[in-house]
């Protein structure tokens, strides 16, 4: 005899071994039992989980002579013909798929016009019924709100939203759920039980997650990883090795690597993934999970019982977690879950997952909202570190943040800004002094840059102060070292040119446009005569409405 794959040599003979779907076992055997037995169900559910399996065990139950409290008893004539596929007036499958049209549904029609010349009742199972023509569907409708008492229709599809509800309000619909890991890892050990084939638990553990919640699945990989090492026990490293799956070990060198913003080692561990043969769509899959995990262990305090791994394994991650934020390790979940969808179909699949990796590594690389905040939290890492970052002052953090819409963000990321009172010993007002005297003069170029984002540096002081700065005219003094405020002496910038008037309101300007630029920043009033040459002359000197780039010599 040939041989069977285990998910159709193991498929289950009675409603006991079902597992995994126990609130529609329950409904279905207490239906035998009672006999109230409906006319039409529509089983719904993902791949692998049981459909088809219920609907020849409920079948063979409700033909059986001899049933035992609902389950068939597999003992009697209609049972053993049920089971060896010879009772063809009792079960009648259908393919939709291939017998999706009209024509197919009539010769049904004609069919059940005809009792079972044996057993209760003709079964028809059609599978994969979305898959019907709308025509189809309509020649099916009569037959299936009044068949004859004899007659059970039982529909199954992966996608019941593509069943019209004109056919699933005739129906009895049950929902069947993704099949815990730790049901299917029991069920795969009691079957190699039974092959008499020794396997880790460990290995076979893994093979239940790779089953997505499908027993079908998990059977079939199971199948393969007892084919490739016959005769030798099914550890681990030979499932890895079969499924082309990724050990724990790999994903946190690549998770540290993206930590560490290393974009060399990240790249060579996917390097020498892909020269493993290694599936890229179940490797970013899996390090999606691996990320989500780490998450979990962040935003839950009881995360660390949700996850399913060895103690030194959750040690590990727990380690990973203490790495990074949540707020980042939530780009980076986006990041790879897009990666995910795009690489099933993309042709360079390596391509896209070194881009992913990279963008990980490099947050600069993104302007989202997320990618800013990540390389804020690089900044201050560097800045606590002592590592100047002198390329970058507030006004480029909030030249990005004001990008994305926001208002009035706090940035600290100057040079010095990693000191703290604690930390030095010395006063706030005494770090504050020593802050301004260490902070570097704002050259030429960035007192142009200034004046181009002057509409931002208003807009982060409140109401008033905000609508006087916006009256004012911009521009260099006189030896292009500092700003100066620029009104006409007219009726409406008297109130404005009095607040300004105020030494201490200037230097609480000068030193909060210090604050956001970073920059020393000398900053002066001027007041003008109202005529009209000289308002001409102020609107031609107008730095800040100045909006195309600027090349500096």
């Not at 129906?171 to 029991?186: A, E, G, H, L, M």
């Not at 390090?287 to 660390?304: A, C, K, Y």
């Not at 100047?388 to 004001?402: G, T």
Request: proline content about 3%; aromatic content about 8%.
């Amino acid at each position: 005899m040939s041989y069977m794959a285990l998910y159709r040599k193991w498929r289950p003979d009675s409603f006991e071994e079902v597992k995994g779907q126990d609130h529609i076992v329950t409904t279905l055997k207490n239906q035998i039992v009672n006999n109230r037995i409906g006319h039409a169900f529509l089983f719904c559910g993902t791949r692998g989980t049981g459909k088809t399996s219920i609907a020849k065990l409920f079948a063979k139950a409700v033909n059986c002579e001899h049933p035992i409290d609902g389950s068939p008893c597999n003992t009697c004539s209609r049972c053993l013909a049920i089971a060896e596929g010879t009772a063809i007036d009792n079960v009648i499958e259908i393919d939709a798929a291939s017998n999706n049209g009209v024509d197919n549904i009539r010769q049904i029609r004609e069919e059940v016009q005809y009792p079972p010349t044996e057993g209760k009742y003709k079964v028809y199972i059609i599978d994969e019924v979305h898959m019907l023509s709308p025509g189809a569907f309509n020649a099916l409708l009569k037959t299936l709100e009044e068949p004859p008492s004899y007659v059970i229709f039982i529909l199954a599809t992966t996608e019941s939203h593509k069943i019209p509800i004109t056919i699933s309000s005739r129906c009895q619909k049950y929902d069947f759920r993704r099949i815990p890991v730790k049901t299917i890892s029991d069920r795969l050990m009691t079957l190699l039980e039974r092959e008499q084939i020794e396997a880790e638990k460990e290995a076979v553990d893994y093979i239940a997650k790779a089953g997505d919640g499908s027993m079908r699945d998990a059977l079939s990989i199971l199948d393969q990883c007892i084919a490739f090492n016959l005769g030798q026990k099914l550890t681990y490293e030979k499932t890895l090795e079969t499924i082309g799956a990724v050990d724990i070990d790999v994903f946190a060198k690549l998770f540290e690597c993206v930590a560490d913003r290393n974009v060399a080692g990240a790249i060579d561990l996917v390097d020498e993934i892909i020269w493993q043969g290694r599936e890229l769509g179940r490797f970013v899959s899996e390090f999606t999970w691996f990320m989500r995990n780490i998450l979990l262990l962040q935003v839950s305090p009881e995360g660390d019982q949700k996850l399913d791994m060895t103690a030194e394994n959750l040690q590990r991650i727990r380690a990973l977690a203490d790495r990074t934020e949540p707020d980042t390790l939530m780009r980076y979940i986006s990041v790879f879950s897009e990666t995910s969808a795009n690489i099933r179909y993309a042709t360079q699949k390596r391509v896209v997952l070194e881009l992913a990796v990279i963008k990980l590594c490099k947050p600069e690389m993104e302007t989202d909202y997320s990618a800013i905040l990540d390389r804020l939290r690089v900044l201050e890492q560097k800045l606590e570190q002592g590592i100047p970052e002198p390329s970058v002052s507030r006004l480029d953090i909030q030249k990005m943040i004001a990008e994305m819409g926001m208002q009035n963000p706090v940035i600290r990321t100057t040079e010095t800004d990693g000191m703290r009172p604690e930390s030095t010993g010395q006063t706030e007002t005494e770090l504050t002094e020593r802050l301004r005297r260490e902070m570097p003069e704002a050259d030429y170029q960035e007192l142009m840059e200034f004046i181009e984002q002057w509409d931002m540096i208003a807009g982060s002081y409140q109401h008033i102060t905000r609508s006087f700065l916006l009256k004012a005219k911009i521009n260099l003094d006189d030896d292009q070292k500092g700003l100066l405020l620029t009104y006409t002496d007219c009726e409406e910038n008297k109130r404005a040119i009095e607040y300004f008037k105020d030494k201490e309101r200037m230097q609480t300007l000068q030193d909060k446009i210090e604050e956001i630029t970073g920059r020393k920043t000398r900053i002066a009033l001027r007041v003008v005569s109202n005529d009209e040459n000289t308002r001409q002359q102020i609107e031609r000197n107008d730095l800040s409405k100045v909006r195309f780039k600027i090349d500096y010599k």
